[in-house]
């Protein structure tokens, strides 16, 4: 039987129009309809509806940390993401020796295989963060960790249990066999992402030659932006090939360097939060692989000595802060959505179209979800209220 969902506004390709319905069957898209909505439709009163929220790189999110993930654990998450817009999400694992980062990233995928039908946002693979870094650029890695991408440590992570599911790896492609990982690592069909790396411009520009497709956290943890070298940065903000992973929590990257950055190349920017344990949770003490974390009353989860662990952001606040600072609505809401399943290799998520999968968000007119759908289904209703875990977070 189909449903039909209705809303004053819809967010279709990348413009706001309305009014606009969705026609939905077997948790797909089947027709999308500008105009008065038809007999029979849940007319949404008021608010915006759009595709669900994808985001590539979550360590964790409401106490749990994805490198001590078991199925309840991953349950816990999968509950409690769509009441910040998230129907998909890539479970993301920083830097530990091959074989526990391996053994963690089967612990990841089995957890998310055990995840129930209905349990809520859904995970896609395991993104691998590290080991393959650049000790000069370690942010809170470990850089005793820290090894070079040799042919034998590919194998590894190209092993048969892990094809398709080893969804994307961040690396240093600067680093002794860092290219030659990269094409080997792109042409099985991994998303590579250049981070936690001291790249120059030329280097960078080399590793899009061998297939890398993405930067993780742009600006943090990489070699900065300059005049006359580029580092990074300015290659990724010149180079189409490049998708530009943001953390928009506005203390990673500066309000005005978001909005630089959604100058010079908004089509091409993926908002992620790089969430821990600590996001949607009370100031505390959390984990992030194994290592202590602490979250204060500024909101910036920090391990003891200070330095920036993650963050504590989501991604519908993601979304309100990139539009504070003077982006476009819509070019905020692309960038959550078809901006980041597109670089995953995902052209059914991230858009309201025929075709397309039935993840919707609805959302009020102060940018906060009110209701979630995934797979055509809902999983979050504001109506029934807010979790005690993510009531700080909102």
């Not at 001590?68 to 816990?76: A, L, N, P, Q």
């Not at 005793?144 to 991408?149: D, R």
């Not at 200070?306 to 905020?332: E, Q």
């Not at 919707?360 to 209703?381: A, I, S, T």
Request: overall charge negative; aromatic content about 2%; charged content about 20%.
């Amino acid at each position: 039987m189909d449903t039909v969902v209705a809303a004053p506004r819809a967010l279709l390709g990348r413009t706001i129009t309305g009014p606009a319905s969705v026609r939905v069957r077997a948790g797909r898209i089947v027709e999308v309809v500008q105009g008065a909505p038809p007999s029979g439709a849940e007319v949404l009163t008021s608010g915006l509806l759009t595709p669900g929220l994808v985001d590539v790189q979550v360590n964790g999110a409401v106490g749990v940390d994805f490198a001590e993930v078991d199925d309840e654990r991953m349950r816990t998450v999968a509950r409690a993401l769509p009441r910040t817009g998230v129907t998909r999400f890539v479970p993301t694992l920083i830097t530990a020796p091959v074989p526990v980062a391996l053994r963690q990233a089967r612990a990841v995928l089995a957890a998310s295989a055990a995840l129930p039908a209905d349990s809520g946002a859904r995970p896609l693979g395991v993104h691998l963060e590290g080991p393959f870094l650049s000790p000069k650029r370690p942010g809170v890695h470990d850089p005793a960790l820290m090894v070079e991408p040799g042919p034998a440590e590919i194998d590894l992570l190209l092993a048969d249990d892990l094809v398709g599911r080893l969804r994307m790896v961040t690396l240093a492609p600067e680093q002794p066999g860092g290219l030659a990982a990269v094409r080997r690592l792109a042409e099985a069909g991994v998303l590579v992402a250049v981070g936690h790396s001291d790249a120059t411009g030329e280097q960078t520009r080399a590793a899009a030659e061998a297939g890398a497709r993405m930067i993780t956290h742009l600006f943090n943890a990489q070699r900065p932006l300059g005049h006359r070298e580029p580092g990074v940065p300015g290659v990724a903000l010149v180079d189409d090939r490049f998708t530009l992973g943001l953390i928009a929590d506005l203390a990673h990257v500066g309000p005005d360097v978001c909005k630089l950055v959604f100058a010079a190349a908004g089509h091409r920017v993926a908002l992620v939060t790089d969430a821990v344990a600590a996001a949607g949770m009370p100031p505390g003490t959390y984990q992030l692989g194994g290592e202590v974390v602490v979250l204060t009353e500024d909101g910036v989860p920090r391990s003891p000595e200070g330095t920036i662990a993650g963050s504590a952001l989501t991604m519908d606040r993601a979304v309100r802060n990139i539009v504070s600072v003077g982006v476009d609505l819509a070019d905020a809401l692309v960038s959550a959505t078809a901006v980041p399943a597109d670089v995953l290799g995902e052209p059914t998520l991230g858009r309201l179209a025929p075709g397309a999968v039935a993840d919707l968000v609805w959302w009020d007119d102060d940018l906060r979800p009110r209701k979630v759908w995934v797979d055509g289904e809902v999983v979050f209703d504001a109506e029934v209220g807010l979790s005690p875990e993510l009531a700080t977070a909102h």
